[in-house]
């Protein structure tokens, strides 16, 4: 049971370059959700999904897509990377069950945009 | 819709002492309470949770929170720290009564542990 994964680790892009950072969970959960992470600001919650075919937006959408084909597949897509898109990424999952609470996140993706 | 606010961005203390780290929080239907803990270059990890029954909590690590209904908080405590608990700390609640696992997190408290 690997949990929640996340891949690239590390990850540097120019402006205006497009790139999809990919989060997978092998627990069969329903919800995923995508947050940012900023110093002094906590986390922000981007995109989130309530299962496979069904997104919605968080706090801070523009500038990310995403798309949830299957339960366990979850990647946040940049459209056109801009420096204000530096920072670091957490894709977090949880059931829908009695431990909906609980959510589990993922080891993080660091982005720097030049 | 519900906030959280976490008083002390940062917090220095020695190794063995006490240490209390502030959260209070806003909402206007019923919340259920966490604190998660981000070791450096890595994720979060749930330290200990608050969903009914006793309003003191204990988690991982000799940590523990207290609930306070009528003063909307739910500071965390240990008694004695150790180096190794140098971290950010994050207060959050869910709203009770959704079916979403979706988090309002505060800015974090950075808890910085001195020999």
């Known amino acids: 049971n690997a949990g929640v994964t996340q891949t690239p680790k590390f990850q540097v892009l120019k402006t205006g370059q497009s790139m999809t950072l990919q989060c997978a969970q092998d627990?069969?959960?329903?919800?995923m959700s995508w947050y940012r992470q900023d110093p002094g600001m906590g986390l922000r919650l981007i995109h989130y999904?309530?299962?496979?075919?069904?997104?919605d937006q968080g706090e801070v959408p523009n500038g990310y897509n995403v798309s949830r084909s299957t339960t366990e597949d979850f990647p946040l897509r940049l459209l056109s990377a801009a420096p204000s898109q530096t920072s670091v990424y957490f894709c977090?999952?949880?059931?829908?069950?009695?431990?909906?609470?609980?959510?589990?996140f993922g080891p993080g993706t660091r982005l720097t945009v030049t | 819709a519900q906030s959280v606010t976490q008083l002390d961005s940062q917090v220095p203390v020695f190794e063995e002492a006490p240490v209390e780290l502030r959260c209070n929080y806003s909402?206007?239907?019923?919340?259920?309470l966490f604190w998660y803990v981000q070791y450096p270059n890595q994720g979060l990890q749930l330290l200990l949770k608050?969903?009914?029954?006793?309003?003191l909590v204990k988690g991982i690590n000799g940590f523990e929170a207290e609930f306070n209904k009528s003063q909307t908080s739910f500071h965390l405590r240990k008694p004695s720290v150790h180096i190794s608990d140098t971290a950010e700390y994050f207060c959050?609640?869910?709203?009770?009564?959704?079916?979403?696992?979706?988090?309002?997190f505060g800015r974090g408290t950075q808890l910085t542990v001195w020999p």
């Open positions: 977090a999952s949880s059931s829908s069950g009695p431990r909906a609470y609980e959510q589990y």
């Open positions: 627990m069969n959960h329903e919800y």
């Open positions: 999904s309530v299962g496979a075919g069904i997104t």
């Open positions: 909402s206007s239907v019923s919340v259920y």
């Open positions: 608050y969903l009914s029954g006793s309003t």
């Open positions: 959050a609640v869910r709203n009770r009564g959704s079916t979403l696992g979706r988090l309002y």
